[in-house]
């Protein structure tokens, strides 16, 4: 892996309109671009995550081989690395940084690419979970670039009952008086202990806590301590703006929010050119199997590849080798079909 | 149905050992006991309901139908009606209010029936969520005097899972300063609203807001109306030290905390010999059908019947007719069934 490296994007003018200026993005690469120059792969990164969150899925051996791929890792913007509340300046530090979109970052990282890289063609782009709603947006902007999409714990358009569960973590945070309209001084640590709380309530299954594995495979002797000691200081290392602008992204994800898809996701799922496999896990509790389910149905050339794991959304994250060596076995089974 | 009656417990010893004096029970009655005496139903309120809450499965050609049952609605400790942080003078006032448990509400109401009434046997105790964990501690507890129970949507003892949500819940309006530790003098409204925001995920399923059920059946243009005017409003009705009240009820409850059961579940439920309906809904997010199953495997005379529905928790609140129609179709059954 190379050192952390920043794409210099100048000013940008975002979805929104905003135009932000000085917006860089932080990336990693792994493993050399070929001669062909055909064996690239963008890997995002997920909510709360940075490229190092991405390393458990690259490796010798591994699908996303370093001595075969030449894998960029993007650092999506909110995470402190990219451009982000805590680290952009006046005006638009901490509260004041604008909406950032999953279009957004990935018409940046399409910039990262061609203009950094002279990337023509990207043999995949993966992802997890937020990581995951930027590769759906990928193949619905850059079909004729993009040959294969692997998006897993993700959707192409977060559904209400996402955007609701991210808005009960996001007032438990407000709540805390100490945020002070996010012109905090010193960090609102009992929101963010409320915001982490109420988080861990949807990343694991109701199943995977009826199995006792946060002590058995987590190695954590309670409830409380899996709390307070594994879960809670993850939350807490973030500012809390950052948190918040991560959020907004993730309540707005939308591949479908653009003039060539006028908002119709259908429209926007039948451009998927690309081949896809679609990963959720049996037991996600806020990207539902169900929801995978119905956005495969609508693309030309998908398939639906359900993690038949316990470990809800988490699923996806790494930690558990029986769900990385499914995610692991299904991009090497993509990667190897010709397109 | 009766005005509001109170039942003076007097000086109680909880299952904490705390001595709380002057315990009252408020509750109403619908219908007439018979010459018998063997047509008494005891149905509990739920979380952050009052026996008013009960009455849509109360009526005439209903299965609870006062023509033919004596039913007893008494309300859960810590509503604002029986004994709670609201009413209860110092020093067991607001936050300085003790953990009562669902064997204390159940003990108390078993005083109710027994002393105010004179009732040896209970054709039926039903509830909904906290109301079916109340039914399920009474089977438990009084075997030879129970005939029936009919716990819908709720446990026997809270899951780890659930208590993890009810933890959510509680540290966002615990974020809020306004609580004060309890002695807040103006509500903790930014608390009770995060609070009410977080929960709302929770209690309807993902399905339910995929399929814009809170637009096409509850009527509400939008997800922030749904919030801001529906939902919110009436946790905003409540105490906060009354929430968390019976919120620290229902993270506590286990119908096997009893010297008799020695905190084994298994044999808790064993000793349910009532004939048993249990009847959790489908797409309940924190008290999921996969629990209920087990539980049932391990009653003596319980059968399983799966809500096939799509408003999660709340299929079980009578909000949606056919949900309601079930749950009185099998009441209906139930009762029919001789034991």
């Known amino acids: 892996m190379t050192d952390l490296a920043h794409f210099d994007a100048g000013d940008v003018t975002l979805q929104s309109g905003v135009v932000l200026p000085g917006v860089r993005v932080a990336y990693v690469t792994h493993g ?13 990164t997920h909510y709360s995550g940075t490229h190092a969150s991405n390393a458990w899925a690259i490796g010798p051996g591994m699908a996303l081989d370093p001595e075969k791929y030449f894998i960029i ?64 947006q990928w193949g619905a902007l850059f079909p004729d670039m993009v040959q294969r999409i692997a998006p897993w714990c993700g959707s192409a358009r977060t559904s209400r009952h996402n955007w609701l569960f991210l808005e009960g973590c996001k007032c438990a945070l407000l709540a805390d008086a100490a945020f002070a309209g996010g012109d905090y001084t010193v960090p609102p640590v009992a929101g963010i202990r409320a915001f982490a709380r109420v988080y861990a309530g949807w990343a694991w299954s109701q199943t995977f806590f009826r199995q006792q594995l946060d002590r058995d495979r987590l190695g954590l002797p309670s409830m409380e301590a899996f709390l307070s000691l594994a879960w809670e200081p993850s939350f807490q290392a973030h500012d809390a703006n950052n948190l918040l602008a991560m959020l907004a992204t993730w309540q707005a994800a939308d591949i479908s929010a653009d003039p060539r898809f006028d908002d119709d996701l259908a429209v926007a ?7 896809a496999m679609i990963m959720p896990c049996r037991t996600d509790l806020y990207f539902p199997s169900e929801d995978s389910e119905i956005e495969v149905a609508q693309m030309p050339n998908a398939e639906l590849r359900v993690i ?5 959304h988490m699923a996806g994250g790494g930690l558990n080798p029986d769900d990385a060596g499914f995610i692991n076995a299904a991009l090497a089974q993509l990667l190897a079909t010709p397109v």
């Open 308 to 312: 038949p794991s316990v470990w809800g």
């Open 73 to 136: 890792v993007p650092n999506m913007l909110g995470n402190g690395l990219s451009s982000s509340p805590s680290n952009t300046p006046a005006p638009f530090d901490g509260p004041r940084f604008p909406l950032v979109t999953v279009r957004d970052n990935v018409l940046l990282q399409h910039r990262l690419v061609t203009e950094q890289f002279g990337l023509t063609t990207l043999a995949l782009v993966a992802g997890y979970s937020m990581g995951a709603q930027q590769a759906f």
């Open 32 to 44: 050399r671009l070929n001669d062909a120059r055909d064996n690239a792969v963008v890997f995002p």
């Open 269 to 275: 799922l039948a451009a998927i050119s690309a081949r």
